[in-house]
């Protein structure tokens, strides 16, 4: 399983009413119940794609995830990236058969320990 990340589309203008405006807006509602040390691939690609999965399931709720990290040239431009995109990006999972992108929104924060 190969993981990809690239940048989620910006959220639409508030005159959208349409189904990822209304997505954007339940991202805005996630709050920061989370606090994990790291901001890697493996915690983009495992432990926020579950987070992700689970809110939406249930809409938003509390549990999304304040990530906390140590200053690094690539934290920092990780945390750019992130910020620069409210947070949200597209996880690409590609498989023998199938490929699936899924917009995850479960990252709501970065914190930056070296700061």
């Known amino acids: 399983l190969d993981l990809f990340l690239t940048p989620s589309p910006p959220p639409l203008p508030s005159s959208e009413r349409s189904k990822e405006y209304i997505g954007a807006l339940k991202a805005q509602m996630i709050g920061n119940a989370i606090v994990h040390i790291g901001l890697g691939n493996f915690s ?7 987070t992700n999965a689970l809110i ?5 709720m509390e549990w999304g ?3 906390v990290d140590r200053d690094s040239e690539r934290n920092k431009a990780m945390a ?6 409210d947070f949200h990006y597209t996880l690409i999972t590609k498989g023998a058969k199938n ?5 995850v929104k479960a990252i709501r924060n970065f914190i930056n320990m070296g700061e």
């Open 65 to 67: 995830i304040c990530a």
């Open 99 to 103: 490929k699936e992108t899924i917009d």
């Open 80 to 85: 750019e990236f992130l910020k620069k995109n």
């Open 44 to 50: 983009r690609a495992h432990l926020a794609y579950f």
């Open 56 to 60: 939406d399931k249930m809409g938003p």
